[in-house]
């Protein structure tokens, strides 16, 4: 089978400043990849060039078999990058027209047809967000906004999901639903690629993970990788997910008790200041 993703060796630099040293990567169609590293590591610059919206100094991408940079059919592919939300707090548009957003690149220049409707009504609906089709996509919670952006890569019948620290800002309930939901997608197929900066949350539903920093120190189904030194190498001791709860129901903390600001991840910053 082709692979959803097959990068090799992808380097890329801001100017003088490396952010990626020949990172090769595969993900198959219907994994579940969880991407993890410190702010900086390049993770949003790979997750971008892997999607073709970026184009590496040197090195290779495709997607579904075709060269990233040639890849057409837009509606393969989801994204919920980290500017979302910034992008629609000034826009005057509903849910229902965010969602609709999705169904473009199947209507083109022509008016949507009942099918495309029914496929936005349905992304609404599988996403419990009917209710809000109506509202201003900048009135509602950050949960709700991820549910919405999510919906709108439904519309699109999108058979790759990739996501870019969706969690930031968002409340505990809304995060839990919001993972439920993403199961389900990639228990019927859809291959997701998803940065997170909570590494035992993500441990809990990602099927493999990579971690990344400039370069690429594991990728691994999540237990093997757990059990890996990745972590440790790339964060240090204080920052490893505790070895202890591979097996239970809380996959977060860490091994150094004495670093009480350990935060596993923070959002990620490839570019200097001013670009990214």
């Known amino acids: 089978m082709t692979p959803a993703i097959d990068a090799e060796n992808v380097r890329f630099a801001y100017g003088d400043t490396p952010v990626l040293s020949g990172v090769s990567l595969t993900v198959e169609e219907s994994e579940f990849l969880g991407l993890v590293g410190p702010n900086g590591s390049g993770k949003t610059t790979l997750l971008k060039i892997l999607l073709g919206l970026k184009t590496p100094d040197s090195g290779s ?30 826009m005057p548009v509903t849910v229902r027209e965010v969602v609709r957003m999705g169904r473009y690149a199947h209507a083109g220049i022509r008016r949507l047809s009942d099918e495309d409707r029914r496929a936005v009504d349905e992304a609404l609906d599988r996403t419990g967000i009917t209710d809000l089709a109506d509202r201003r996509i900048n009135r509602l919670s950050g949960g709700q906004k991820q549910r919405a952006y999510i ?73 093997p ?52």
């Open 151 to 223: 919906a709108r890569a439904l519309a699109s019948e999108a058979d790759l999901l990739a996501l870019d620290e969706p969690t930031v800002g968002v409340d505990a309930d809304s995060v839990e639903r919001f993972y439920r939901l993403l199961d389900e997608l990639n228990d019927e197929g859809i291959t997701i690629v998803l940065i997170e900066h909570d590494v035992g949350l993500l441990a809990e539903h990602a099927t493999t993970m990579a971690c990344l920093d400039g370069e690429l120190y594991a990728h691994d189904e999540t237990r």
């Open 61 to 90: 991408v495709r997607l579904f078999g075709t060269p990233a940079r040639s890849f057409t059919d837009g509606t393969r592919l989801g994204y919920v990058s980290q500017q979302s939300s910034e992008a629609d707090a000034t």
């Open 225 to 276: 990788f757990l059990e890996s030194d990745a972590l440790e190498r790339v964060f240090g001791s204080a920052r490893a997910v505790r070895a202890d709860a591979l097996g239970g129901d809380a996959l977060g903390g860490t091994t150094d008790a004495s670093a009480g600001d350990a935060d596993p991840i923070v959002e990620d910053a490839d570019a200097p200041v001013g670009g990214n």
